[in-house]
Structures are given as structure tokens and as C-alpha cells.
């Protein structure tokens, strides 16, 4: 298992590098070939103290041994000529494996600084290893660093996520074991330690937790192999030929060395990943596997794929092709589990719908949708696993639906532990129907939240094939409702409305419902309130209710009830704004919502007196929550300055006042936090929408002071002038220009009590008072500084502190009592449709 001091000295290695190799995949191919190098170093050194011989480094090739390195008589660039001539040589040392030669073919030094080589090699030789699987583990977490090569729409699985999958397919002893795209073959390693476990004396099914049900370590931190299983109970026949069943292939060749290291460091001596292009090359279209498990590359070049003509499905998507090429080439009893994005379970265009039709007709088992963050901070993409098995799906006329709302993380960039975990849950309903179709051909299910069994013929009733979990769930809903189930077409029409002429466009009253929003005008055409009416272009499915008379435009649907006696327009308004309409139109490729889809929909409809007391129910629980919401929005930190108060110059209270960088760095998708105005709100940071700069860009502006510290206040100084964020704790980012940063003197002034100062409207005023600037409102770093501020005694600015830091808990409370509110709505909702 990955120990907290290897993981340091990984992370000083890289920090020691970004200067000089500011790429991260550059910086892991340096850091790899350093650590094989110590590491056949290491190798022989224990060999000759087993009284043996050096096998890597001996002959015209001992002077390159890693010892020699830090022979002190050696100056700065005598190391680094030496250490350069010795990676570019060693492709060609024919005492070390092949595979090693082939990790540094091509390898070579990318700077000439003596101080940052020392400094790196230095760190690198503290490095020790009792055996391969240490420094596998140590690899484990360098690959980590990766993160996605966004532009080719591929994002590195996480670690839970691998093994959640490999639980699901497990893969046996005796079976080839493919992955078309393998990146650094996260999915081969894990199905081996899979085999390894249940093949191993030490294993006991019963107690052991599996890597995806815990929740007490960072992604990082996830290895794969951390009880040690041996695999005892293989022969060596069985071990060799699970080592020839295991193959990767992989368009790029620095994911294929990268690849051929981690698993010769997990075990494999002999890795077979082979650089391949597996959708437009056909020289290994007829080879099979027993399982497949990918999350091949999403997005398609511009252009797309040029493909050879052997795929079942025509098409120019990677995606498309991919998991056609994954079905296809399973085994009669083959399986696979791989990673969608959404296009592939409801894109209405013809390749998509082909494909899907296949899946069900012949592959398909399941499907199991994730949360859109799983490739936090990477991405946000959406994504479902496919799970495809050729002997289950000839038994069984249904296919399961699993939503995974929780994964034992959260969704922030950080992705921290947290105590919500649908995995092992899931795991278990997979396993259990899994077990039911084998035994008996039974697929019946207990009632289950986000579980859902369809069968095939109500998939393929629209010619869509559509996969998605939401668009099957009202089914179940159905059978489970209290309530009569009605079209919404039974009973309401949803009428256009008309352009508003330029003349009529006249500042009034009466609201105007449209794609932009809601606009008060006066005009004549009026709809009498109470009425709803539901977005159909640029705002499509979105629901408002109205309690005073409106204009729809033609951008909108008002509704029109065909029998008021037999529904509530409010009850109508609840009810619609709990269907995702958005997620209705089967014509995709025609914007906007189609009505005569939504007429399709089947809401529940009790009595009128029932609609009128949940209605009741309802306005109650929105009463309080419009409370709340006043108080939490209006809410503003508050000081009374008592006029016997000395006032002193900004300045005078802090230690230095700061702008930020004064210039751009390029942004990147990946990356060190940028923040600027805009990231500011409400005295929070927003690091999850802010721009990204490069880890060297960061260094430097760093290096210029501008990353604040723990207890620094940041102002904006342009644009919004007074917005405030204060810092609780040391995080790594940094700021434009427009944000001064103020490090206050702890020894005169109670750093909460200036950032309070600092957000009163107050101050404020005055920084307004003194901007420049007609533009925009800008106030200079200089005249800040000299803005008179009170200064009472520390004791009463701690008794200030204390006053509002228990308002603002007070405020807090009313945001909870919010949430609170918000899902007693929906409860109350989910219990008309029968879910609760």
C-alpha cells in the first residue's frame, strides 16, 4: 500500500521538475525512467549481497550503474553528462529485458541545469523498495498526476470506479482479457489483482472490503493490491497463461510505454500492450476476448474516424465505434463492461439508434448511470456503464437499470471522501439478478429506489432504443402511484403565444413569459391568472406559475385546462414542475420542446379537495422557505462604529496590501486556480468555475507574491468594487490584479473584524467615494490603502467577531431550514407519484 512518505517524495519529485518540465506527462516519463533506473540498480545490488552477480549494469555498462551517479568527486554537469549519456544508451544495453529497453527507447534528458538534476536524482535515491509491487504502488499514484487528455476525450478512470467494474464482469483465471484503449491499463491491472484475489488462501469473500467500498482514503490513495494477494492457489501453468490472456491495445505510444511499466510493476514480466489503432486498423479484427472492460476516448477528431468497413454500425464517432467493436468481439459467452457518454444511451441519430438496437437485441444486461462528476476536476461529463453479456442476454427479455447517485465522493474539483456510497449497493442488486437469471431464468425484483427492470419490447416500442433510466422511471412510478394515472393530454392543452409587437412592447403591470425570462410590459393581450406556462425554445421545459394575468410569447406554452373540475391549475403547476420535460422530446434534432410528446406523459390526478390540500401542504412549506430566503438574502454583517474609536489608515493595520498579477497567464482545462472578480460571492470563492493556469505559470506568480495566505482578506478593486473573501485556511491559488490582498497585523487587529470592516457597506462607500476610473468603478491600490478605518481595542474587536460570527450561524440555520423545506416539496411530491 502506498505509504504517506513515498507519496511525498513522488509529489517533490514533480515539484522539483515543473520549472524546467512544466508538461505533467513529461514530468512522469522522467520521474519513470529515473525510478526503473535506480530500480535495476537496486536489483543487482541485492544480488551481490546474496553472492551473486550484477546482471543490469556490468561489462562496457557498469560505469552507467545508478551508485556512480553520486560518486562525490563528480561535479554538476560531470552528473548530468553522465546521467544524460547513460538513459540515452540504455535501449541498447542488451543485459537488461527487452521491455526495459523499449521504456527508454528515446528517452532523454529535456534540460541542462546541474542544480535541478542533483535536486531531483537526490530525491529520487531515497526512493526503496522490498519488492516490485512497492514501487507498482508508488507508479500507481505518479499515473495519477495524468488526470485526462481532455482534447482527445479521454479522462483516467478512477480507481473505485475500475474495480466497481471488474467486480461486476469477474473475469476468471482461464479467460482473455482485452482493453481496445487501455491508457495506462488501469482495467488490465485490476482484473489480474482480481484473479490474484480470488485465487489467493488469504482472501475471504465474506469480510474483506473491496476498493470501491471504501471511504476513508483519497482517490489518490486507492491501490489496487493492498492486502497482498499472493494468487497461491495458481499453478504456474495457470499463471502463465493468465499473463498471455492479458492484452491492451493503445493508439498512442507514451500511453503504451506507460502502460508496459505498470504492469511489469504489478507482476506481469511479459505485458502484452501492443500500440494499435483499433478502429482503423484490421489486423487483429479477429481475435476475441472473453471479457472486455474500456472507457474508450469519447470524442472524435474533426472529420471523425475514417473507419475500415468490417463494423456492424456505420459511422464516423469514436464512441460509436468503439462499443461496437467491444460487442463484437466478445467470445459466445463473452461479457464487457464500458464506459458511455450520454450520446451513446440517447443521441436520436441513425448510427446511435443502430447501435442500441443491437445491444438490446443481443448484448445488453444492464446499464448503470453515474454521477456527472465521477471525472471531477477533470470533467463534468455524464456517463453510464454498459453492461453487455452474450449468455445472460439470451436468458432474460429485460434489461436492468441502476442509478448511482453517490459514489463515496463528492462532485467538487477535491472529490473528498464522503459517507454516500450507491456502489456496494448496486454491486449487490447486479449481483443478486445476475444470480436470479442463472438459477431460474427469474429476473423479479424487490421494489427498489433508482433500480428499475424494463423489458426489451417497451425499450424498442419508439424504434429509440433510448437507454436512459429517466425515461422508465414513470413506468414504475405508474404501478406504484395511489392515484389514477392521466395522460396530461386528457386534460390540458399547451397553447402558443403570439410575437409581441414592437408598438405593444411598453413598460407596464402584466408579465411577459419568454425565452429571455419574465419582463414586466402592459399590453392588451392578456392570459387571466392563475396560469402556467412551460418553456418551448431557448427555455424548453421550464415551468412558471402566475398568480396576475400575462402575456406568453410565441417562444412559450400557456396551458389550457379542458375541465377545470377535474384539476387545480396550481396542482397542474407542481406536478409539471417535477417532470424533467427537457428530457421528452424524442425529436432531438428539432430544438425546443414537442408538445405532442408532453401530451404522452402520464401524471397522477386525485380528487380536486386531494389536489387542494396538497396544494395547502405546499404553499405552507414555500411560506417558510420565502422567509427564510428573505432573511439569508437581506442579511448584511453589521458594525455600529462608536465615534470614540480611533481611525487609522488601512495600511496601518496590515502587514503589506497587495494587488494581484498583472498580467494573463493562458489558461488551461487542468491546472492551479486564476481567481478574478467574478469567482467572488458572497464572501466565497468559487474555485470550481474559475480559470485553471499551468502548475510553472503558478510558480512564478507565486514567486510574485500573490498567493494569499491564511487570515489574508481579498477586495476587489475593479468592477464590483467591495467584494470580499476571507481565508480560512492555506489553499493553493492565485489572483488577478483587480483583487488587493490584504495581510492583516494579528498583533493590532482581529483579522475576521477587518474582513467584517471590509464588506460593510460602509467602506464600501468609501472605496466608491475614492475610485477612479469612468468605465468601470476602480479604486487604486494606493488611495485604498489610506482609507480611515476604526481601530477599537482587540478585546472588543474579538466581543464584534463573536456577535456576528453568531448571526451569521443564525443565517446559516435558516439555509438549512431552507433545504429543510425544499425536501419536505419534494417528499410531498414523490408521495403523489407514489415513490414514498
Avoid at 241 to 263: C, E, T
Avoid at 353 to 363: D, Q
Amino acid at each position: 500500500m502506498l505509504d504517506s512518505e513515498t507519496k511525498r517524495r513522488i509529489d517533490t519529485a514533480r515539484d522539483i521538475l515543473v520549472g524546467k518540465v512544466p508538461d505533467p506527462k513529461s514530468q512522469v516519463e522522467q520521474i519513470t525512467i529515473a525510478l526503473i533506473y535506480k530500480f535495476m540498480d537496486d536489483m543487482d545490488s541485492e544480488s551481490e549481497a546474496l553472492g551473486g552477480e550484477r546482471s543490469f549494469f556490468r561489462g562496457e555498462f557498469e560505469k552507467y550503474a545508478w551508485r556512480k551517479i553520486f560518486d562525490p568527486r563528480m561535479g554538476g554537469y560531470e552528473i548530468l553528462n553522465l546521467y544524460s549519456e547513460a538513459i540515452l544508451k540504455m535501449n541498447v544495453n542488451p543485459n537488461i529485458p527487452q521491455l526495459f529497453r523499449d521504456i527508454f527507447k528515446n528517452a532523454f534528458l529535456p534540460y541542462r541545469d546541474p542544480e535541478t538534476l542533483k535536486a531531483f536524482l537526490k530525491i529520487i535515491n531515497e526512493f526503496t523498495y522490498d519488492h516490485s509491487e512497492r514501487l507498482g504502488d508508488a507508479f500507481e499514484y505518479l499515473l495519477s498526476v495524468l488526470g485526462s487528455q481532455g482534447e482527445a476525450g479521454q479522462f483516467r478512470t478512477p480507481r473505485h470506479i475500475i474495480d466497481f467494474m471488474v467486480a461486476i464482469i469477474d473475469p476468471k483465471k482461464d479467460e482473455v482479457i482485452l482493453d481496445p484503449a487501455c491508457g495506462t491499463a488501469g482495467f488490465l491491472i485490476s482484473s489480474y489483482k482480481h484473479i490474484l484475489k480470488n485465487n489467493s488462501s488469504n482472501y475471504n469473500p465474506e469480510t474483506d472490503t473491496r476498493m470501491f467500498e471504501t471511504k476513508d482514503q483519497s482517490l489518490s490513495d486507492l491501490i489496487i493490491n493492498s492486502r497482498n494477494y499472493k494468487g497461491d492457489k495458481l499453478t504456474p501453468d495457470e499463471r502463465s497463461r493468465l499473463a498471455n490472456n492479458i492484452k491492451g491495445y493503445d493508439i498512442s505510444p507514451d500511453m503504451v510505454r506507460l502502460s508496459l511499466v505498470n504492469m511489469y510493476l504489478h507482476g506481469l514480466q511479459a505485458p502484452h500492450i501492443y500500440e494499435y489503432d483499433t478502429l482503423t486498423s484490421e489486423d487483429n479484427w479477429n481475435e476475441y476476448a472473453d471479457v472486455i472492460l474500456a472507457n474508450p476516448p469519447f470524442m472524435s477528431p474533426k472529420g471523425g474516424i475514417r473507419p475500415h468497413k468490417r463494423f456492424s454500425i456505420t459511422s464516423s464517432r469514436s464512441e460509436v465505434l468503439f462499443v461496437d467493436y467491444i460487442a463484437e468481439h466478445l467470445t459466445p459467452n463473452g461479457r464487457a463492461a464500458v464506459i458511455v457518454p450520454e450520446g451513446i444511451i440517447f443521441q436520436s441519430g441513425t448510427a446511435y439508434k443502430n447501435l442500441r438496437k443491437m445491444l438490446v437485441e443481443n448484448y445488453l444486461v444492464g446499464v448503470i448511470s453515474l454521477p456527472a462528476g465521477v471525472f471531477q476536476p477533470y470533467s463534468g461529463v455524464k456517463t453510464s456503464i454498459l453492461w453487455l453479456d452474450r449468455t445472460l442476454a439470451k436468458k432474460t427479455d429485460n434489461i436492468l437499470f441502476i442509478k448511482v447517485e453517490n459514489d463515496g465522493f463528492d462532485l467538487g474539483a477535491q472529490r473528498r471522501p464522503i459517507k454516500e456510497n450507491d456502489l456496494p449497493v448496486a454491486f449487490n442488486n447486479l449481483n443478486n439478478y445476475k444470480i436470479a437469471i442463472n438459477i431460474n431464468g427469474s429476473q423479479e425484483l424487490v421494489s427498489l429506489k433508482n433500480v428499475i427492470l424494463v423489458e426489451k419490447s417497451a425499450i424498442s416500442d419508439n424504434k429509440e432504443y433510448n437507454l436512459s433510466i429517466e425515461r422508465y422511471k414513470k413506468s414504475e412510478i405508474e404501478q406504484n402511484a395511489k392515484f389514477p394515472m392521466i395522460k396530461i393530454g386528457d386534460i390540458c392543452s399547451f397553447d402558443y403565444g403570439k410575437p409581441l409587437k414592437k408598438e405593444d412592447r411598453v413598460k407596464g403591470d402584466f408579465p411577459v413569459f419568454g425565452s429571455n425570462g419574465i419582463v414586466d410590459f402592459h399590453n392588451k393581450f392578456l392570459v387571466e391568472a392563475p396560469f402556467v406556462v412551460v418553456g418551448r425554445k431557448g427555455s424548453a421545459g421550464e415551468v412558471h406559475y402566475s398568480e396576475k394575468s400575462g402575456f406568453p410569447i410565441d417562444t412559450t406554452f400557456y396551458i389550457k385546462l379542458k375541465n377545470e373540475d377535474h384539476v387545480k391549475i396550481k396542482y397542474l403547476f407542481l406536478i409539471l414542475k417535477s417532470i424533467d420535460l427537457k428530457g421528452v422530446n424524442v425529436q432531438s434534432g428539432v430544438p425546443g420542446l414537442n408538445r405532442n410528446d408532453a401530451y404522452q406523459i402520464k401524471i397522477p390526478l386525485p380528487t380536486l379537495s386531494v389536489q387542494e390540500e396538497i396544494v395547502a401542504e405546499i404553499d405552507s412549506y414555500q411560506k417558510i422557505i420565502d422567509g427564510a430566503r428573505q432573511v439569508v438574502e437581506n442579511y448584511k454583517p453589521r458594525i455600529d462604529i462608536d465615534p470614540e474609536w480611533p481611525m487609522v489608515e488601512l495600511r496601518k493595520v496590515c502587514k503589506k496590501i497587495t494587488d494581484g498579477s498583472h498580467f494573463s497567464p493562458p489558461t488551461i482545462d487542468l491546472g492551479y486556480p486564476y481567481i478574478t472578480v467574478r469567482d467572488l460571492n458572497k464572501g466565497n470563492i468559487d474555485f470550481i468555475n474559475c480559470k485553471k493556469i499551468s502548475k510553472s505559470d503558478y510558480e512564478t506568480l507565486v514567486r510574485s507574491g500573490c498567493k494569499p495566505k491564511e487570515n489574508d482578506i481579498l477586495f476587489s478593486k475593479d468592477g464590483t468594487v467591495g467584494k470580499t473573501a476571507f481565508i480560512n485556511h492555506e489553499i493553493d491559488f492565485v489572483v488577478l490584479s483587480s483583487l488587493a490582498i490584504l495581510t492583516p497585523n494579528l498583533k493590532v487587529i482581529h483579522p475576521k473584524f477587518l474582513y467584517q470592516i471590509l464588506s460593510t457597506d460602509w467602506f464600501i462607500a468609501k472605496a466608491i467615494e475614492n475610485k477612479t476610473g469612468v468605465a468601470i468603478r476602480r479604486i487604486v491600490l494606493k488611495t485604498l490603502k489610506t482609507i480611515m478605518i476604526p481601530l477599537p481595542d482587540l478585546v472588543t474587536q474579538k466581543i464584534l467577531v463573536e456577535k456576528i460570527d453568531n448571526e451569521i450561524q443564525l443565517i446559516k440555520n435558516n439555509e438549512s431550514l431552507i433545504g429543510l423545506y425544499e425536501q419536505k416539496i419534494k417528499d410531498r411530491i414523490a408521495k403523489v407519484w407514489g415513490e414514498l
